[in-house]
């Protein structure tokens, strides 16, 4: 692994429950798979079709996607951003086997769904794929 997670192991050890991935970091870049729109008492999860890019040195309070109108444009130019991020999930996934699966409770009917027999089903998938060898030249 190679990450040093010192805060992230200080709340693990308080019981601290990992539900939903948002985004990744990776140096100024913010790259989010999901975006909440208002305030935690009524905000809504949103997952766009396409990942939302922020570079947090040019815009720290993350309002372009919404405000700008050259987003799309700039988006497009920064698109090359998928290669380190993705890298960066893959080396995250691999790592999840490592940790016993616990199922979160919930008193909310609305997170009822089939997302989690969908990610074993992902991890399968993935786990098929890094066992094959590579073709021998």
């Given at each position: 692994?190679?990450?040093?997670?010192?805060?992230?192991?200080?709340?693990a050890?308080?019981?601290?429950?990992?539900?939903?991935?948002?985004?990744?970091?990776?140096?100024?870049?913010k790259?989010?798979?999901?975006?909440?729109?208002?305030?935690?008492?009524?905000?809504?999860?949103?997952?766009?079709?396409?990942?939302e890019?922020?570079?947090l040195?040019?815009?720290?309070?993350?309002?372009?996607?919404?405000?700008?109108?050259?987003?799309?444009?700039?988006?497009?130019d920064?698109?090359?951003?998928?290669?380190?991020?993705q890298?960066?999930?893959?080396?995250?996934?691999?790592?999840?086997?490592?940790?016993?699966?616990?199922?979160?409770?919930s008193?909310?009917?609305?997170?009822?769904?089939?997302?989690?027999?969908?990610?074993m089903?992902?991890?399968?998938?993935?786990?098929?794929?890094?066992?094959?060898?590579p073709?021998?030249?």
């Amino acid at each position: 692994m190679g990450y040093k997670t010192p805060s992230i192991d200080r709340i693990a050890k308080e019981g601290a429950l990992f539900t939903d991935a948002y985004a990744v970091r990776w140096n100024d870049w913010k790259v989010s798979f999901a975006v909440v729109n208002g305030n935690i008492a009524t905000g809504t999860r949103d997952v766009p079709g396409w990942p939302e890019i922020v570079n947090l040195r040019a815009d720290p309070y993350e309002k372009a996607p919404r405000e700008s109108g050259l987003y799309l444009r700039w988006y497009a130019d920064n698109i090359w951003l998928f290669v380190p991020v993705q890298q960066k999930l893959k080396t995250f996934l691999m790592m999840l086997p490592q940790f016993p699966f616990q199922e979160g409770s919930s008193l909310n009917a609305a997170g009822i769904n089939y997302n989690s027999l969908a990610a074993m089903e992902a991890m399968k998938r993935l786990q098929q794929l890094e066992s094959l060898s590579p073709p021998a030249n």
